[in-house]
C-alpha cells in the first residue's frame, strides 16, 4: 500500500483511469457488435485514459520504491 500522500493520489487515479479505460473499452466493444452508436471520440477516451493509466502507474511505482 501507499506510505506517502502523493502514492494515495496516484493510487486513486490510477483507479479511476482503470475504471474509465474498461468504460471506454466496453463502449467501444459494445459499438463493435452494433450495439450502440460509434464516436470518433470514444477512441480519443479509450488512449487517452490508457496513456493516463501507464504514466500513473510508472510514477506510482517510481515514488513508492525504496531508495
Known sequence: MPQTLAGWILFALILFFGGASIATA?????????????????????????????????????IETPN
Open 26 to 62: 466496453v463502449k467501444l466493444i459494445m459499438s463493435a457488435f452494433g450495439k450502440t452508436s460509434q464516436s470518433r471520440l470514444e477512441f480519443y477516451a479509450a488512449y487517452i485514459f490508457g496513456a493516463l493509466l501507464v504514466v500513473a502507474t510508472a510514477l506510482f511505482i517510481w
